[in-house]
Structures are given as C-alpha cells and as structure tokens.
C-alpha cells in the first residue's frame, strides 16, 4: 500500500510563503507523476499543480501561475510544493496525489490520481 505524506502546511500573513512537501515511506515517488490538490471549507477539490515523472512537464492553473512552483528531490524522495505571494483564498487543506503513470503526463483530474495523502491545512490570514 502507497502511503503518501503531507507537511509544511501552517498560519501564514497574506504575502508569505511556505514550502509543502510529499513524502512516502517505502514506494519510490520518482517513477511517477505527483499532483498538489487543495479544498477550501464548502469548497471542491482544486487541482493546484502537477509534475510528470520525468519532470519535464510541471503545469499550474492561473490561480497560482507565477506564485507556485513544484519540484522534486529524487534523493530525498520528496516533492515540494513552494507556494509564495499566500493570498487569503490560498487557504485550504492540500493534499498531494501520486498517478501510476510515468513520462510526461501531469495529469488534472482527480481519477486520474491512485493514492493520496491525508493533507495538510494551509491558513492565510492576518
């Protein structure tokens, strides 16, 4: 069973950053395409980013373009999610996804996605 785990999520002042990352004991996240996921209160599920196994597709929507990046750490296992510029509306549970897909997909859906963490809550406020 593929377990995946969430951190770095807290408080942050609106115009702050934090880095999340995804980590798994036991199951190699290199070989596959792993999404950021985030739902807000009320909220449905949003797609936040995804990065392909190759790591040569890493794709964003407009909402976070330019604010957010992901990133792997093949050493450490490990992908990060760096999120600067929080905005209020940044705040929400994240949830990062793994894909048993590899190349260059970086899929959007949430059935595209085969394991999941258990999230981590990321509040912007003042």
């Known amino acids: 069973q593929v377990q995946l785990v969430e951190s770095g999520g807290g408080l942050v002042q609106p115009g702050g950053s934090l880095r999340l990352s995804c980590k798994s004991a036991g199951f190699t996240l290199n070989s596959y395409a792993i999404g950021w996921f985030r739902q807000a209160p009320g909220k449905e599920r949003e797609w936040v980013s995804c990065i392909s196994s190759s790591s040569g597709s890493r794709e964003f929507p407009d909402s976070v373009t330019g604010r957010f990046t992901i990133s792997r750490d093949t050493l450490k296992n490990t992908v990060y999610l760096q999120m600067n510029s929080l905005k209020p509306e940044d705040t929400a549970d994240y949830y990062c996804?793994?894909?048993?897909?590899?190349?260059?997909?970086?899929?959007?859906?949430?059935?595209?996605?085969?394991?999941w963490g258990q999230g981590t809550r990321v509040t912007v406020s003042s």
């Open positions: 996804a793994l894909a048993l897909i590899d190349g260059s997909s970086c899929p959007r859906r949430n059935d595209e996605y085969d394991y």
